[in-house]
């Protein structure tokens, strides 16, 4: 599909490695799409690590795709701005609500300090044995004998839960988490045919929901799930009086959590069966669990970029970003780069310095869930490894169109329990 779209527009015999680099655009959806992004990003890290496009679907930007040139923007606030947006295109007009992934200092600091103790080290031990407890439920569910979607089976299903325990929302309304973050995104993602004024009124819905949850916690006891913890907080209790900024931050955190774990779980699976040897590695020696996890969340790089908005003219690595440019991090090829990763085009689940990844971003946004993120992958492997012989794919996955989230709408597979 990729070659087709690019042989269009280039001509035959265009592909990464021909075509004139300065019509380079490895924004393209289709590339991700087909899964052939990473050959792009290959040339530009070799031939133009910081590169102009100075036209795509998403106007004009320059791609930073070296590890260590992207760790150089991150640690730049001052500088490299999260405001307006985080996301290559541009925020849509219709319903973007203010949040602190897309905000400077001091705003983002006092923001997102509010909303950690939910998931800070002390709170997560006391939530691993629920999370164990719930994957057991999920995985001894699953039918063994036929082929069946594990998207929707385990990692959608696995993140709900984990999810409506953050938020603390009533059991029997869990799905509309996954249901408001995919709505929520919809205006971002490409070829999306959803109304936009339907979308406005389900997230209209989702406020409303919201806002009675915040005036119940802000009456009760303070607890440590998201709501209260910001209805409490004195630096963010007032949020309530600007609705549009209090839906904005408790989607952040739904959307934060929900694509991302979930294609995690799911490229951990398709992983796997590519990689035969590592999969015996696993059987093996299943103690290599937490060292596979971040290896997973490396190779899946379950967001592509992040973006930034330079504040003012500046020089990286000679090349002269001007105020006012979209600068977009790509993870997914700073995650292949060869100077900065040992052999990284290959998936090792007991790789060295496995941690040493760039898929929860760097610096003062640096993924906020990280830690939760992991240990949910690690106790649903642990209840994996007591329970399959193997988890069989029955055919390659579809994917998501997206150059943002990077992930799975399908994985059909077939699970053979341990003798
Ligand atoms: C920010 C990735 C799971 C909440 C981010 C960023 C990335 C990211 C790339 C932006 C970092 C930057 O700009 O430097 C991931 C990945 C995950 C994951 C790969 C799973 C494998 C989670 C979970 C939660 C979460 C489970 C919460 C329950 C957040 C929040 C932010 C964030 C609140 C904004 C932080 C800030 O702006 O200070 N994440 N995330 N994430 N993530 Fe995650």
């Given at each position: 599909?990729?070659?087709?779209?690019?042989?269009?527009?280039?001509?035959?015999?265009?592909g990464p490695w021909s075509m004139p680099i300065e019509q380079l655009d490895p924004s393209r959806p289709e590339y991700f799409l087909a899964n052939e992004h990473g050959e792009y990003f290959r040339r530009l890290?070799?031939?133009?690590?910081?590169?102009?496009?100075?036209?795509?679907?998403?106007?004009?930007?320059?791609?930073?795709?070296?590890?260590?040139?992207?760790?150089?923007?991150?640690?730049?606030?001052?500088?490299?701005?999260?405001?307006?947006?985080?996301?290559?295109?541009?925020?849509?007009?219709?319903?973007?609500?203010?949040?602190?992934?897309?905000?400077?200092?001091?705003?983002?600091?006092?923001?997102?300090l509010a909303a950690s103790p939910a998931v800070a080290p002390q709170r997560l031990s006391e939530l691993e044995d629920l999370i164990r407890q719930r994957a057991g439920v999920i995985l001894d569910g699953l039918p063994v004998g036929e082929s069946f979607n594990w998207v929707e089976r385990v990692s959608k299903e696995l993140t709900t839960q984990m999810l409506a325990t953050l938020f603390d929302v009533p059991w029997e309304d869990r799905y509309l988490l996954p249901y408001w973050s995919d709505i929520a995104t919809s205006a971002e993602a490409v070829g999306s045919t959803f109304d936009q004024a339907e979308r406005q009124r389900i997230m209209f819905e989702c406020l409303v929901y919201f806002q009675k949850l915040w005036v119940e916690r802000a009456a009760a006891e303070p607890k440590f799930d998201f709501i209260s913890l910001m209805a409490h907080n004195p630096q963010t209790k007032d949020m309530i009086s600007n609705p549009l900024e209090m839906v904005g931050n408790l989607m952040l955190l739904i959307v934060g959590g929900n694509d991302t774990t979930r294609n995690?779980?799911?490229?951990?699976?398709?992983?796997?069966n590519k990689n035969p040897g590592e999969y015996a590695k696993l059987k093996a020696d299943?103690?290599?669990?937490?060292?596979?996890?971040?290896?997973?969340?490396?190779?899946?790089?379950p967001l592509s970029h992040m973006r930034r908005t330079a504040k003012e003219d500046f020089v990286l690595n000679g090349k002269q970003i001007k105020k006012g440019d979209k600068v977009v991090l790509w993870y997914c090829s700073g995650n292949r780069d060869e100077t900065a990763i040992d052999n990284p085009d290959a998936f090792v689940i007991d790789r060295g310095r496995a941690r040493h990844h760039i898929s929860f971003?760097?610096?003062?946004?640096?993924?906020?869930?990280n830690r939760m993120a992991e240990m949910q992958l690690r106790v649903l492997w642990e209840e994996i490894m007591k329970r399959f012989e193997n988890i069989e794919l029955v055919q390659e996955p579809k994917r998501v169109l997206s150059n943002f989230v990077n992930g799975y709408e399908e994985l059909m597979v077939r699970v053979h329990p341990r003798a």
């Open positions: 599909m990729a070659d087709a779209a690019v042989e269009q527009e280039f001509g035959k015999g265009s890290r070799k031939e133009d690590p910081i590169h102009f496009t100075p036209q795509s679907a998403f106007g004009a930007f320059w791609s930073i795709t070296k590890f260590d040139d992207i760790v150089k923007v991150e640690t730049n606030p001052g500088v490299f701005s999260s405001e307006p947006s985080i996301i290559i295109g541009d925020a849509s007009d219709n319903f973007e609500p203010p949040m602190f992934i897309a905000m400077d200092p001091p705003v983002h600091d006092v923001q997102r995690s779980i799911s490229g951990g699976v398709y992983f796997l299943p103690s290599l669990i937490p060292n596979m996890v971040s290896e997973i969340i490396r190779y899946q790089t971003g760097f610096g003062i946004h640096r993924c906020m869930g």
